[in-house]
């Protein structure tokens, strides 16, 4: 589906996926670029829009010529950019402008599982250094989406390296418009007494850029405004409720009707997970739109057939006319894909990326990605969890629904028992039951690296230096079952460290509030994932370790976390059992640098440090 954007590029292809940017704050004194610039847009009667750019950068710092080495614009086929003028003006004063060779127009490169006609328009500076200003102006006709009859556009001023010196933005229309905001102090906006403009004007300098964040972390606010017709997802989604209802009417083609056919009578959940075996089966994940601009129109149920393949859209089509046939209510459900799904200022094509399904499976709503190569029952994906879609009725009404957090479940169990040695070393046998995202990983892996990658990763997992590990599982496929066990054999070499005749036993339990503390200490300011709330218990028997403390137990307890911690000792030896449940998918930033938090981990590292003793044999 593609979505009217504004960025430099004016226009983005958004397939059905999502992403989250990386982010402590960059001092402006570093900025590689700065820039200037003016967007002048007009909405059209049919729904598309005339936007003029003009743009002045200047490079800064050395990095800023690597930046504007290139300036690539990508855009649908059905789309039109003119570059009406470009040049270099250097710091002597000469002026370079821009030649009919520096710039170029051809097909763009395919998207990751998809094919299409997009094209892209490329231009290349010449003689570019610290001090010279780039300069263009382009023309840009964004053709409407297939169907569409509302507008939406959205300013999203997210984090990057470039120094914004100026910033006008003016979008006219012959209906009037409505905006929302978000974040938007240092910004004026305006209206027009007519409601049929709307400027955005930036006040003073802005530079926002975060560097040395950690990989798993998201500035999740930004300034960002969005400018539509209407505020009722009726009005934007309508049009294409109507189609999809005339899609889903239509006789079931062959292959699937026999598969609803051989599943009648059996129990919903079965039945759904048949359909999903057999859309994974017999399909492959593909956006195709080399024939026409789709936008939010899947193919019909034959065409989809016929194909072997589709995309988001298709396959949610499908899945959707398989379960009503089957007497499951569902219905298709467009959403934004993405670990983080910033919340939807006003409804639109922009707020979406991805569909799905929503079922009622044995009373309780299920939400079916059809494009994963896994299906786990009763669960909600991490990219599809807290957030808005739009659901698609039957009667052709659109409805926003809200996806909620995964409940925390039992992930992972482990039962570990280390026979120790004199040597330091200890024979390991354990046993390890998975379910929810710890098993989709484990089933990934073996997908696309094999087997054999994942037993190796597991090995490493299984000591401080493990030999002669031994794997012991079943083969994982594509319908994930409650539970999953592991069972390791293996000898860890360095079981446990000697020391003057003692040994040191350390099971490694507190780098999670180490890295904490060194996130506050650092000045971290992006939050933080971490995944689906879950539970982890683990319990460790030390065969032949002799304690010096007496037992102990400990525990800490969040709104983020929960800890227990519990150590005794009988004849044969010590024994360890640690439980953590993280309740939250994100840490957010204030919460990090909360005093609760700081409380949380100093009483959670003081529990696990317990763990790290001197031990005899």
Request: contains cysteine.
């Amino acid at each position: 589906m593609r979505i009217p954007v504004s960025r430099l590029s004016l226009a983005a292809m958004l397939a059905c996926a999502g992403h989250a940017a990386n982010a402590a704050r960059q001092p402006v004194s570093e900025a590689p670029l700065a820039l200037q610039t003016s967007i002048d847009c007009q909405h059209n009667a049919d729904n598309s829009l005339d936007c003029t750019t003009r743009n002045q950068f200047t490079i800064l710092k050395p990095a800023g010529k690597d930046f504007l080495s290139r300036i690539d614009f990508t855009y649908p086929d059905t789309d039109r950019l003119d570059v009406v003028s470009g040049e270099v003006r250097q710091q002597d004063g000469r002026v370079i402008k821009l030649e009919k060779s520096q710039v170029e127009t051809r097909a763009a490169p395919n998207p990751y599982a998809g094919v299409s006609r997009d094209k892209q328009t490329w231009l290349a500076f010449p003689e570019l250094a610290v001090g010279s200003q780039v300069r263009y102006e382009v023309k840009h006709h964004i053709a409407a989406p297939p169907l569409s009859r509302e507008l939406l556009y959205r300013l999203d001023f997210d984090p990057e390296p470039v120094r914004y010196d100026a910033y006008h933005f003016e979008l006219r229309s012959p209906r009037a418009l409505l905006w929302r905001g978000e974040s938007m102090d240092g910004f004026q906006v305006a209206a027009a007494a007519d409601g049929k403009s709307i400027t955005v004007d930036q006040q003073g300098v802005r530079y926002l850029n975060f560097t040395n964040e950690w990989d798993n972390s998201a500035i999740r606010r930004w300034p960002r405004l969005s400018i539509a017709t209407s505020d009722q997802p009726q009005q934007h989604f309508g049009s294409y409720a109507a189609r999809y209802n005339e899609i889903l009417a239509a006789p079931l083609p062959p292959g699937a009707a026999a598969v609803v056919a051989a599943q009648q009578g059996k129990p919903a959940a079965q039945q759904v997970a048949a359909f999903m075996q057999h859309i994974n089966s017999h399909y492959r994940y593909l956006n195709d739109q080399r024939l026409a601009e789709r936008g939010l129109v899947p193919f019909t149920l034959a065409e989809i057939e016929q194909h072997g393949y589709g995309d988001c859209k298709d396959l949610a089509t499908l899945l959707t006319a398989m379960l009503r046939h089957a007497g499951i209510n569902a219905e298709p459900a467009l959403v934004f894909r993405g670990n983080f799904a910033p919340e939807p200022l006003l409804p639109g094509l922009g707020t979406v990326n991805h569909m799905i399904v929503r079922a009622m499976v044995d009373g309780k709503v299920a939400w079916l990605d059809a494009t994963n190569p896994f299906f786990a029952p009763d669960r909600i994906m991490p990219d599809l969890q807290e957030r808005a879609t739009y659901l698609i009725g039957s009667d052709g009404s659109v409805r926003q629904e809200r996806i909620p957090r995964q409940a925390p479940t039992t992930d992972m169990v482990v039962k570990r028992h280390e026979v120790l040695r004199q040597d330091g070393s200890a024979l390991v046998s354990s046993v390890s039951v998975m379910a929810g995202w710890p098993l989709v990983e484990l089933t990934m892996r073996d997908r696309y690296q094999g087997s054999s990658s994942s037993e190796q990763s597991i090995c490493r997992g299984s000591g401080n230096q493990p030999q002669g590990c031994k794997v012991e599982r079943a083969a994982t496929g594509f319908l994930l079952p409650d539970s999953y066990p592991v069972r390791i054999q293996s000898v860890d070499t360095r079981a446990v460290e000697k020391i003057s005749g003692l040994y040191l036993y350390d099971p490694h339990l507190d780098k999670r509030w180490n890295d904490f503390d060194n996130y506050r200490s650092n000045g971290n300011q992006a939050d933080v994932y971490l995944g689906d709330p879950e539970t982890m218990e683990r319990t460790v028997t030390l065969q032949g370790a002799k304690p010096i403390q007496p037992p102990f137990s400990c525990q800490a307890r969040s709104p983020w976390f929960d800890l227990d911690l519990k150590q005794t000792s009988s004849a044969s030896g010590l024994r360890y059992e640690f439980r953590l449940t993280r309740k939250v998918r994100w840490l957010d930033h204030a919460d990090i640098a909360s005093p609760a938090f700081a409380k949380l981990s100093a009483e959670a590292r003081a529990c696990v440090t317990q763990a790290r003793q001197i031990i005899k044999l």
